[in-house]
């Protein structure tokens, strides 16, 4: 079977079409805000720092906004999610050519003052647990992990016409869904999603703070993920959805971003 088949059903179920379009909607008013033409690496700089900081509360952190943004936070999972947000820039092309040396190096960028040396960017085996900050179940065991990591390298190696949205959501949905490192999961799982919308273009200069929507839509990201763990077309099509509209949330604190540096 092709690669881009999965991809292009999981375009193809109801709901899905509408809602990458009204996403598209709000990032393209996002990506032709005048404001860009001058400022645009202070707007990626905030969106930095709010991404981060959403992801690592998403994972258990409590620190602020600009507790965060002076660095007094010591929670290793702020600090590990600064590091990620900080080097995306710098994995966006490597990582359709070579994702599971990207995953290691974003493990060992989240997970450096979490989990011992021995541990990073090295996949779990089936005795050590995953911790499951979402409540969505145990997660799949070493061997079901390596085969589905298997299968989402040939997904992100196709280069299809289906929508970096859609392509972002199933990144995000396998991850989340695998937690193949047991620490950090989530934040990584976010990471390669936004990843996965630098790298085909719908976010190019990493505008979109796509954690601040998951963090502002919390109370549904738990059921959305669960949802797609069943691996029917409503669960799968519902996510999708879910994640369109996190995106559409994070372009949209954005475009708050270059109305308040426009308006000095």
Known sequence: MNAEEPLQRVADLPGVGAAVADTRTVVDRLLGHRILRRRSSDVSMESALRGARASAVLDGADAGLEEVRAGRSGDPRIKGALRVSGELGLLAETWPKAPRQVLARLHALAAADGAGAE???????????????????????????????????????????????????????????????????????????RLTLIARGLDPKSLV?????????????????????TATPEGVGDWVAFCCRAVAAGARDSLATCEALQRG
């Open 119 to 193: 541990e990073l960017g090295r996949p779990r085996t089936g005795s050590e647990p995953a911790r499951d900050p979402l409540g969505v179940g145990p997660a799949p065991g070493a061997a079901e992990v390596a085969a589905r990591l298997d299968a989402l390298d040939g997904l992100l190696a196709a280069r299809a016409a289906v929508p970096a949205l859609v392509v972002g959501a199933v990144v995000h949905g396998e991850l989340a869904a695998l937690r193949p490192f047991g620490w950090g999961d989530g934040m990584i799982a976010r990471a390669a999603e």
């Open 209 to 229: 703070p796509t954690e601040l929507g998951y963090l502002e839509l919390h109370e549904e990201y738990g059921p959305a993920l669960r949802g797609y763990l």
